[in-house]
């Protein structure tokens, strides 16, 4: 198993940046695909951005595309999200979540795929 500790959540004005980190502790890190997830109020949970096991492919919703910049290291068992240009709609809530595969290379959008999830982390954005 792994646990998930999301921070770096604030508030911050419209155009600005923001980095959310998630620290995980458990079973090896390089052995999970990652993503992040954020909800916003009364609206479902949805995709953000995920990274394969290596790193090496990573894979974006459209509305934050060119904006959002996913990472992760793997030896400090942490996952980034790089987030600038910030807008109002990026309210929400953010996750990290962990899905185990023995697949180096592949990442998952699929809510359904994840298995562990972080307690989540509050941005919000001022317009």
């Known amino acids: 198993q792994v646990q998930l500790v999301e921070s770096g959540g604030a508030l911050v004005q419209a155009g600005g940046s923001l980095r959310l980190s998630c620290a995980a502790s458990g079973r090896t890190f390089s052995t999970y695909r990652m993503g992040w997830f954020r909800q916003a109020p009364g609206k479902e949970r949805e995709f953000v951005a995920a990274i394969s096991r290596s790193g090496d492919n990573t894979y974006y919703a459209d509305s934050v595309k060119d904006r959002f910049t996913i990472s992760r290291d793997n030896a400090k068992n942490t996952l980034y999200l790089q987030m600038n240009s910030l807008k109002a709609e990026d309210t929400a809530v953010y996750y990290c979540?962990?899905?185990?595969?023995?697949?180096?290379?592949?990442?998952?959008?699929?809510?359904?795929?994840?298995?562990?999830w972080g307690q989540g982390t509050q941005v919000t954005v001022s317009s």
């Open positions: 979540a962990a899905d185990f595969t023995y697949y180096s290379s592949t990442t998952s959008a699929t809510f359904r795929d994840y298995g562990y």
